[in-house]
């Protein structure tokens, strides 16, 4: 089985601060799978510094992103969206996303965003604990929290800032990226260590399918 790629990129949020780690395994292998991978800045034309202070020259700005034109909006954590709401133009660009059915993938402190937003009221969500949701304002979604590594709800993709493998894991099943089998197979192997699940990838590598 080809991945169903779609010709429209995915969208990946950089700002100050941007927690590095977090996104790695999903970009790196969207990337391997035919997906282009483009980023967004608030100011398309300044230069990002990343937590792991990497300097990012963003391909372009948030507010000429239309979900129209995206597969997916990714949001990572970072120290800014704990400290004030400069982020705030980013949880409002999901809101766009999720309003006209195209996936938000949000991890980390970008959880805190949306639930300030009003995104996760209504949606099962969950993200690194319940108690650090339940200090943003706004926020009306504890009911709807799950206790899980990563939780998809329709166009929704959530994690904690612990779990990157099991977010790219919701993403890939999301976009339709591997088959059940094959993504199986890599989580056990990238999260777990498992040595069974090579064979399954390098079997699935030979057939176009990983």
Known sequence: MTANRSDKPVHLAVYDTYADWETGHTTAHLTQRGYRVRTVADD???EVTTMGGVRIRPDGALSDLSPQDSSLLILTGAALWDTGDELAPFAAKAAEFLAAGVPVAAICGATA???RAGLLDGRAHTSGAPAYLAEQPGYAGAEQYVEADAV???DLITAGPTEPVAF????FARLDVYGPEVLDAWYRLFHDSDASAFPVLMAAAERGDA
Do not use: K, N
């Not at 790219?168 to 993403?171: D, I, K, L, Q, S």
């Open 44 to 46: 398309g034309r300044q």
């Open 113 to 115: 965003g949306l639930a």
């Open 152 to 154: 998809t709800d329709g």
């Open 168 to 171: 790219a894991r919701e993403v």
